[in-house]
C-alpha cells in the first residue's frame, strides 16, 4: 500500500526507526515489508567510492521497491537516500502506484554518527573517508517539495509520531496520477514489435561498435540520426537496463511515427549515460 521512506547521514539509526515502525504496524494487522541496504551484494566502502555502483545499488533499490509497491502492503525503504533526485524517482514510482507516502528524517549530528559508525563492528563500519564524503553530499529534505512530503523529522531522542505516519499513509489520498505516469493504451502490437526490435538492434549495434571504440568516440548507430556519445565503456547489464526503462517510459506514451523509435533511444541513452 504505501511507501515510508528512511533517509539520514550514515549511521543515524535509520534502521532503528525502521524496526520500531515495523513492530507497531505488526500489532495493528499491518502486512510490512523492509528493503534496505542488506541487498548490497559488494562491501559497502567499495560501493560508495565507485559512483557506477552507487548507482546500480540504488536501480535495484528502486526496483526492489517498485516489486513491493501494492494495495495492501507497507514497504519501508532503509537506506541513506539522501539524493533528491533518487526521492523524486521514488515519488513518480508512488504517483504510478497510486498509494501514498512519507519520509522520515533521521536527523542526527554528524558527531554522534561517526561515533555510532565508530562502535559498529570493523566489516560493517564506513571508513571516515566515505562517512566524510556521504555527509557532505547529503542532500537534506524539505517539506516544500512534493516528493519529500509529508516530512517527519525526527531527532535521536524523540519517540516516532506513530499517530501522525499512520494518518499520513492510511488516511491520505494518494498523488494523482500525471501525464507521465497514467498508463495509456498502446498503439499497436506492431508498435511493442518494433519498439522491442529496434532498441534491442541499437543496443547490439553499440556492443559491436564498442569493440573498436574509445571513450570520447562517437558512434553512428544504423537506422538513426542521431548519434551516440561515448563517455565511457557501457557494459551489456547497462544497456539492458537503459532499455527496459525506455521501453517501459514509451509504453506510457505511444509514439505513431516508428522511425522516430531508434533516435528517440539514442536521445535517451546519450541523456542517461552522462
Request: aromatic share 6%.
Amino acid at each position: 500500500m504505501p511507501l515510508v521512506v528512511l533517509c539520514g547521514f550514515p549511521c543515524s539509526g535509520k534502521t532503528r526507526r525502521a524496526q520500531e515502525l515495523q513492530k507497531h504496524l505488526d500489532e495493528s494487522g499491518r502486512k510490512v515489508h523492509i528493503i534496505g541496504d542488506c541487498i548490497l551484494e559488494l562491501e559497502k566502502n567499495a560501493i560508495y567510492a565507485d559512483s557506477k555502483k552507487e548507482k546500480e545499488i540504488r536501480g535495484a533499490l528502486r526496483s526492489a521497491v517498485e516489486r513491493q509497491l501494492n494495495k495492501e502492503d507497507v514497504v519501508i525503504l532503509d537506506s541513506l537516500n539522501y539524493i533528491k533526485g533518487y526521492r523524486y524517482e521514488l515519488f513518480c514510482l508512488i504517483k504510478h502506484t497510486q498509494t501514498p507516502h512519507c519520509l522520515i528524517h533521521c536527523l542526527t549530528a554528524p558527531e554522534t554518527s561517526s561515533k555510532w559508525n565508530q562502535q559498529r563492528d570493523q566489516s560493517e563500519q564506513y571508513t571516515q573517508e566515505i562517512f566524510d564524503a556521504l555527509v557532505q553530499r547529503f542532500e537534506a529534505p524539505d517539506s516544500r517539495n512534493r516528493w519529500d512530503s509529508p516530512l517527519f523529522t525526527v531527532h535521536v531522542d524523540d519517540e516516532l509520531p506513530f499517530e501522525q505516519i499512520c494518518n499520513a499513509i492510511f488516511h491520505r489520498k494518494a498523488p494523482p496520477p500525471n501525464q507521465s505516469t497514467q498508463t495509456q493504451p498502446l498503439s499497436s502490437t506492431n508498435f511493442l514489435h518494433e519498439l522491442d526490435k529496434v532498441t534491442q538492434d541499437v543496443v547490439t549495434a553499440i556492443l559491436n561498435a564498442q569493440k573498436t571504440s574509445l571513450p570520447g568516440d562517437v558512434i553512428v548507430v544504423p537506422g538513426a540520426s542521431e548519434k551516440i556519445e561515448l563517455p565511457r565503456i557501457l557494459n551489456m547489464s547497462e544497456l539492458r537496463r537503459l532499455r527496459h526503462q525506455f521501453i517501459s517510459y514509451t509504453k506510457l506514451h505511444p509514439n505513431e511515427n516508428i522511425s522516430q523509435l531508434a533516435n528517440m533511444f539514442v536521445q535517451y541513452l546519450n541523456k542517461s549515460i552522462h
